[in-house]
């Protein structure tokens, strides 16, 4: 694994050979992170998307993670979720229950999935609801430099057009500052109804980890790292922590365009 601390201000790289070690090293992560966040707060609040990501962090339901990781203090949210029935294809909750928490023991009222009878709007903001009263009872801690949410961690993959969640390149949902849970309805990836968590809450979380695998990322992953000066930035370059901590779990072919990648590196 090459590891570049702190390239260029955008965060940890971490770089490496195969996906199966990326997986490793992400379970290891994320194993670590919830032993701290459970001795220090009692709980592990984790926010998941949709995507690779989930296969790349099954792992977590192996040996020895499975015995290890307190999953009892687990409480999962998602940092997007498409607008869809439960046990639809496309749901985001769906991945994850089917791929992860079907297979070890979290606690079922601990899986804050989103109220799927709801249009776009009105689940998101329930589940803003819903996390202001976890807020509240400190479940999940709060920033100490506004009163967003800071979850423990927050697990990210990126589309090749850069974007993450569901805030997509030009989008108004990207400029949303108040609200921590926003919608939208015209998607460019299907399907188009979706619920996201806003930059602030992203910004504002412990950890941000964000998971990029194949060549089809090298570009957008480019934009979101490199200086680029005066280009409009795409939106995996505005994830930012103010108090916390940005990883890059890389492979070496979403690696490949960034400055200073060299074919053998
Ligand atoms: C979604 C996801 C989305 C995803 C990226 C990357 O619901 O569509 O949450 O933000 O993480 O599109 O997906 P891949 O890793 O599958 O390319």
Redesign the pocket.
Known sequence: MADTAGHKNRGELRIHESLDELATDLADYIAELSEMSVKERGFFAVAL?????ISLIRKLCEAPYNRTVDWAKWHIFW????VVAKNHEDS?YKLAKDGILSKVPVVPSHVYSINDSLSAEEAASEYEFILRQLVKTRTVSVSETSDCPKFDLIL?????DG????LFPHHSALDEKDSWVTFITDSP?PPPE?ITFTLPVINSASNVAV????AS?ADALHLAIDDMAGAIPVPARMVHPTNGKLVWFLDKSAASKLDGSQPDE
């Not at 990210?156 to 090749?160: I, K, V």
Request: glycine residues 20%; aromatic residues 0%.
């Open positions: 998307s949709g995507g690779s990501l940092a997007d979720e498409r985001n990210l993959g990126m589309g090749p974007h993450v969640a569901s990836k979706r998971v990029t695998t194949g990322k």
